[in-house]
């Protein structure tokens, strides 16, 4: 094994220990975070109250040495609150410009859902571009830049659903689950001072740039590459029917029972991510090329918020992680 990547393993496994001081469980929304930031890209945790997901972004902001702000969105929060605006000076009679909280490494979205569109798309120019445009500047974002978002999927008043457009801007999307009897115990014990407890840097921005570096020398085979092509096609039926393309063909005939459930399917972002997404576990198991497990595993997460359910899917219940476990099972690995 290359000398490399057992390092990349062991610091791994290193914040997730330093991770635990507060955290009880929860172990794959920190390995989700870790591969967005390891990718470049943005996450978005959704999870009822109490479960620990601003804790978990805030906590995993410090220990990486990276700045971070958090912004609590809200129903009464602006545009400019989030991006940044253009000030008038009144003495000199010039505008000057006064940059906003996205200008950090981590920007900590809290509850993103309460605040409606027009603030949600101000974070996606810096999302897909990283630079904001202010006035008639634009202005680069430091890197490395990442968003971390959370939101309450439960609640109805007061809360505005993410636009198709921003959602596909997230690299993953991650549901935090209920907690185990056995963490609960645990976590009732802590009285709530968990947030309290310190926790020490361990990640540098050089390790964190070693770790991308290896990234892009993870190999994945050229039938991964096609059996990823395929999961992502067999997420969009209706559509790839009338283009008759090559993995139309293969995948089409064995999804046909799942297309009434599909009103959209992935974009070819959603490919990327997969391939992103599979490379960094098989970066984290200390391993330099991609297994067929390290796709199965990261395509819940990197395809579940780009797809677009049917009003049938929702009468009968049938969610996306239900679709994308059915594609899994009736694709052969390759």
Known sequence: MNEKFTQCKNLFESIKLEVAKRIIGQNEVIEEILTALVCGGHILLEGVPGLAKTLSVK??????????????????????DVSGTLIYEQNSGTFSVRKGPVFTNIVIADEI???PAKVQSALLEAMAEKQVTIGEETYPLPSPF??????????????YNLPEAELDRFLVKVLV????????IAIVKTAGKAGEVPVSQILSAQDLKEMQTLLDTVNCDEKLIDYIVSIVSATRPLQEKKQSSKIAVRTM???DDISRY??????PRAGIALLQCAKARAL???RDFVLPEDIKESAPSALRH????????????VTSDDLIQKILEILPLP
């Open 59 to 80: 906590t995993f902001a410090e220990i990486s040495g990276l700045g971070f702000k958090r912004i609590q969105f809200t129903p009464d929060l602006l545009p400019a």
């Open 113 to 115: 859902n309460r605040s």
């Open 253 to 255: 005939p064995k999804c």
């Open 177 to 184: 689950p209920y907690p185990s009897a056995q963490e609960e």
């Open 306 to 317: 780009r797809i677009v359910l049917s009003y049938e899917a929702m009468a009968d219940g």
């Open 262 to 267: 599909i009103s959209f399917g992935c974009s």
């Open 284 to 286: 984290f198991a200390g």
């Open 146 to 159: 990442l968003v971390l978002a959370t939101q309450n999927p439960i609640e109805q008043e007061g809360t």
